[in-house]
T-cell receptor, first 117, second 114 residues
Framework: AQSVAQPEDQVNVAEGNPLTVKCTYS??????LFWYVQYPNRGLQFLLK??????LVKGSYGFEAEFNKSQTSFHLKKPSALVSDSALYFC???????????????FGKGTMLLVSP | DAGVIQSPRHEVTEMGQEVTLRCKPI?????LFWYRQTMMRGLELLIY????????DSGMPEDRFSAKMPNASFSTLKIQPSEPRDSAVYFC????????????FGEGSRLTVL
């Protein structure tokens, strides 16, 4: 079974400060990891993904995420937050082990990011 | 690229009425997913199709819910009869099906059952 934990319901940060949204995962095989963002009254939008290779992944809107296999984490980061980054962020994992068959994405519960001016 | 298209965007109906939500996936994508989002339960996978065939419907809440995918470009999610607890935002998503398999979501259908 695969699972994702986002331990913070909400993260508050001042504009211009760095932000981190935490995510840990559990899979039996190798993970494919994703971050999505949801703005009010909109669908989820893909931000970035980790497949293999470099542990630091860069994505849309200046976001990046760091894959840490030993800590089974995939935290989302941005060096300088913008008010417009305020949204709901979802981490997701897919187990790509050989026997996973039609494995689906498992989403975390989401973390609300609030960036104050 | 038009993206995943869902209709209606908003639906208000009375308890007991039939509700049909529609989805057009991205052309060329062979997997389609229906999700439900509520404040209490977050994002829940209801059912997904691969090459128009339902693969896993274990997330469908009960027999009142049914989903079909008659062809590669169209899917429906039907609730009959609807109940107030079905009020939620329903999302459709599609993926090419090849690894790593990120999903592309529609804008959602907000359902309110009075």
């Amino acid at each position: 079974a695969q699972s994702v934990a986002q331990p913070e319901d909400q993260v508050n940060v001042a504009e211009g400060n760095p932000l981190t949204v935490k995510c840990t995962y559990s899979v039996s095989g190798n993970p494919y990891l994703f971050w999505y963002v949801q703005y009010p009254n909109r669908g989820l939008q893909f931000l970035l993904k980790y497949i293999t290779g470099d542990n630091l992944v860069k994505g849309s809107y200046g976001f990046e995420a760091e894959f840490n296999k030993s800590q089974t984490s995939f935290h989302l980061k941005k060096p300088s937050a913008l008010v417009s980054d305020s949204a709901l962020y979802f981490c997701a994992v897919r187990d790509m082990s050989r026997n996973s068959g039609y494995s689906t994405l498992t989403f975390g519960k989401g973390t609300m990011l609030l960036v104050s001016p | 690229d038009a993206g995943v298209i869902q209709s209606p965007r908003h639906e208000v109906t009375e308890m007991g009425q039939e509700v049909t939500l529609r989805c057009k996936p991205i052309s060329g994508h062979n997997s389609l997913f229906w999700y439900r989002q509520t404040m209490m339960r977050g994002l829940e996978l209801l059912i997904y199709f691969n090459n128009n065939v339902p693969i896993d419907d274990s997330g469908m809440p009960e027999d009142r819910f049914s989903a079909k995918m008659p062809n590669a470009s169209f899917s429906t999610l039907k609730i009959q009869p609807s109940e107030p607890r079905d009020s939620a935002v329903y999302f459709c998503a599609s993926t090419p099906g090849l690894p790593p398999g990120e999903l592309f979501f529609g804008e959602g259908s907000r359902l309110t059952v009075l």
